[in-house]
Nanobody
Framework: QVQLVESGGDLVQAGGSLRLSCAASGSIFSINTMGWYRQAPGKQRELVAA???????LYADSVKGRFTISGDSAKNTVYLQMNSLKPEDTAVYYC??????????????WGQGTQVTVSS
């Protein structure tokens, strides 16, 4: 069994910063990719940023230059540093991991989500 636990969501003023954390635990053999998605009310869930096992990163155009994803492989944890936040960044942020467990099953796992609200 694999669990992803997110933290760090909060209410912040426009221009402020937040740091989200996501820790993966359980029967994890290896992690291919960890990333952050977000879903605003009435909108589809979208990829925000992801980090690959080799360290490569990718970002949505809307967050490039403002958000930074990083990871700690020893802790199976991924972080999302969000700076210069805008009201349009308001959403529930979900952690996602593409991993292989000890039974040989590769699958995607999701966290429960953490609310980020940016006030204008």
């Amino acid at each position: 069994q694999v669990q992803l636990v997110e933290s760090g969501g909060d209410l912040v003023q426009a221009g402020g910063s937040l740091r989200l954390s996501c820790a993966a635990s359980g029967s994890i053999f290896s992690i291919n990719t960890m990333g952050w998605y977000r879903q605003a009310p009435g909108k589809q869930r979208e990829l925000v940023a992801a980090i690959l096992s080799g360290g490569d990163t990718l970002y949505a155009d809307s967050v490039k230059g403002r958000f930074t994803i990083s990871g700690d492989s020893a802790k199976n944890t991924v972080y999302l540093q969000m700076n210069s936040l805008k009201p349009e960044d308001t959403a529930v942020y979900y952690c996602n991991a593409d991993l292989l467990d000890y039974s040989g099953i590769q699958d995607h796992y999701w966290g429960q989500g953490t609310q980020v609200t940016v006030s204008s």
